[in-house]
């Protein structure tokens, strides 16, 4: 079936620093989503992208619809502490039923 | 102003008995779900709803039945509980029209079977 597979699976980095993560697809998605989970909480949307090369900031995030259409990117610009949490993309199932595929997360930790 | 809410947030009990969480939204939309999410954070959906039909019915077992009593509420009634049912579950919801996979999660409920 089809699989998200996310990289890396986790992250720890010093607070104020850069970070990139990806997700990448065996099949072709017509729509990314890029969601964050902190602990204890449910998963909250951060961006959502529709077209192929599409670029979304959303505050210090930068999300990527890669142009083969099998790929996402998430950029997260000058690290802070309560970036910390779950880092989940996802894509939807053909059918338009609303069946979205999640990949596995990146974890993020930020040391202060 | 809660946009999802589920009750409870935590449910603990033992092997066997039927337990109901419950998932209310009031962000006007028509299209709700239920999703599992295992202890490595794999997160699953289970069933959608769209103006109270059963849309998506995953692999699930028959002793999970969800109920949407109107388009603001879907339930999740599981019976004979199994050590295996033990997840945190989400209720989720959506537009169907233009913004169907831009899902919003309630906090989730912590259901550990004993």
């Known amino acids: 079936g089809q699989q998200l597979n996310q990289s890396p699976q986790s992250m720890f980095i010093q607070e104020g620093e850069d970070v990139s993560m990806n997700c ?5 998605f017509n729509t990314w989503l890029w969601y964050k989970q902190d602990p204890g909480e449910g998963p909250v949307l951060l961006i959502a992208l529709y077209k192929a090369g599409e670029l979304t900031s959303n505050g210090r995030l930068t999300a990527q619809f890669g142009i083969t259409r099998k ?4 950029n997260i610009s000058a690290s802070i502490p309560s970036d910390v949490g779950i880092y989940f993309c996802a ?12 990949g596995q997360g990146t ?3 930020v040391k202060p | 102003d809660t946009a999802v809410s589920q009750t409870p947030k935590y449910l603990v009990t033992q092997m066997g008995n039927d337990k109901s969480i419950k998932c209310e939204q009031n962000l006007g939309h028509d299209t709700m ?4 999410q295992d202890s490595k954070k794999f997160l699953k959906i289970m069933f959608s ?10 692999t699930v077992p028959n002793r999970f039945s969800p109920k ?6 879907l339930n999740l009634h599981i019976n004979s509980l199994e050590l295996g049912d033990s997840a ?5 919801s959506s537009q169907a029209v233009r913004r169907l996979y831009e899902q919003y999660f309630g906090p989730g409920t912590r259901l550990t079977v004993t």
């Open chain 1, 24 to 28: 990448t697809s065996s099949s072709i």
């Open chain 1, 71 to 74: 790929d996402s990117f998430l």
């Open chain 1, 91 to 102: 894509g939807p199932l053909s059918g338009n039923t609303g069946k979205l595929i999640f």
């Open chain 1, 107 to 109: 974890t993020l930790q």
């Open chain 2, 33 to 36: 779900y239920w999703y599992k």
């Open chain 2, 49 to 58: 709803y769209n103006n109270k039909e059963l849309i998506i019915n995953e």
């Open chain 2, 68 to 73: 949407s009593p109107d388009k603001a509420h």
């Open chain 2, 88 to 92: 945190v579950y989400f209720c989720a």
